[in-house]
């Protein structure tokens, strides 16, 4: 086809492409401008483990990151979070709006919540960090909870026998006559129990120590904020895109209607088609 025939075709045919066009993209406008606003709210998490070297705590840290992205969005913390903030929401509803994910080569998650109203995302955004952050609290305190126990228990058992040792003690010496063997005896006994009281003790007080060692601390760096603008529907985006496609598909109708189309129109097209001169037309 030559450049005058392409002209005579887009004019011919420029009705479809604008007709196209109008109809996608005024689709597409109404479509959109009837589909409720989704705002979405953005709270940052910083992950800091804490009892380790630097170097060791930000690699440990970046790894909890990891899984705290995919904990995040647990069943029970879901449900809790919302109970809190008070909204009509169930927790298998709630994680379909939720999306977090580690910053890149950092101790920060990002997470998302997206909602019809911008408060409403924003609160879910800030609650769901803090009871996560409460519950993972209260798990790592439970793994040291036994033992802490048992410990107790036994310094309480040590304390109690020395305490009736010394007074035996006290009151074998307060006699006229005091057993020594028997105060030998009560003074071994009483240092060797001081002795496993100094260990236990200290052992507790280690315990105590790995206990707040292990927390790891999950701190709201950046709270959200209410979103002024909606992430969807964009009326205006769509509405360009789908013009797009709609001058698109007219314009591949129209080179399909003509690739079709074998009929003869003019007499240059008859001299292509069978090689001989025309010797007169009409107009």
Known sequence: MELREYYFLFKRWLWLVVLGGVVCGGAAYLYSSNQPKVYRATSTLLINEAGESSNDAIIISQRLALSYVERLTNYDVLATAI???????????????ISSELVANTQ???????????????ALANEIPAVFAARNQQIQLER???TKESLEIELAELQDEIANLEVTLLEENSKRQPDEALV?????S????????SRLRQSLEDIRIAEASSLSNVVIDEPARPPETPVRPRPLTNTMLATIAGVMMAV???????????TVKSGDELERATGMSTLGGTR
Not at 184 to 188: D, K
Not at 190 to 197: A, D, H, K, N
């Open 184 to 188: 030998a005896q009560l003074n071994g």
């Open 252 to 262: 591949g109708v129209v080179f399909i209607v003509t690739y079709l189309d074998d």
């Open 108 to 122: 920060l998650i990002a997470l998302r919540v997206e909602h019809e109203q911008p408060e409403i995302a924003s």
């Open 190 to 197: 009483i240092v060797s129990l001081r002795e496993t009281f």
């Open 144 to 146: 040291f909870a036994n």
């Open 83 to 97: 109970e809190n903030v008070g909204v009509s929401i169930s927790p298998d509803d709630l994680q379909g709006r």
